[in-house]
């Protein structure tokens, strides 16, 4: 309540089901298709991937078209908050694993695993809980990282992480 302004009850077990529906069910049913149908049917293995990032888009425009009015009201801000977090995650990523003496290929993947959370779970959870205004920041921030992981993952691509210094 005091970091929020408002005081917001959860109801446990209706979020452990909502997670449970969210994470492990999809989870389950990867698993399931990946040891049994998993290549007996070509043309679904090469529809797999984009069904699943069509699935996360749907949740994501659904929480931005019904709060549209509030995005326009902090959106800048709200797209420079989750850029900064993003990045910051990417930097402190990397660098904790370089302090750490991490090879570089270690280093770089410990960077996208730490700035590219999981914000179609946390915008779904918010849809869920019915508190589409909570799932206004994940929806923002799904697009910022698709789009800065992206790149950074392009950039290190054309980068051989074998001819970068190992200090």
Not at 24 to 39: D, E, K, N, S
Not at 92 to 117: C, H, N
Request: proline share 3%; hydrophobic share 55%; no cysteine.
């Amino acid at each position: 309540k005091w970091l929020a302004g408002n005081y917001v009850t959860v109801d446990f077990w209706a979020m452990a089901w909502h997670i449970t529906e969210i994470v492990i069910l999809p989870v389950v049913a990867g698993l399931l298709f990946h040891y049994l149908v998993r290549g007996k049917f070509k043309w679904l293995d090469q529809a797999m991937p984009y069904l699943s990032m069509i699935g996360i888009a749907m949740v994501l425009v659904i929480i931005t078209a019904d709060k549209s009015s509030a995005l326009k009201e902090v959106g800048l801000l709200l797209l420079l908050a989750t850029t900064l977090h993003n990045l910051g995650g990417y930097f402190l990523g990397y660098w904790s694993a370089r302090l750490l003496r991490f090879p570089e290929k270690d280093a770089r993947t410990i960077a996208i695993e730490v700035g590219m959370q999981n914000a179609g779970l946390a915008a779904g959870l918010a849809k869920a809980m019915g508190t589409l205004m909570a799932g206004l920041a994940p929806a923002v921030f799904g697009v910022v990282m698709n789009i800065t992981g992206s790149s950074l993952a392009n950039w290190w691509h054309h980068k051989n992480p074998d001819e970068s210094s190992q200090t």
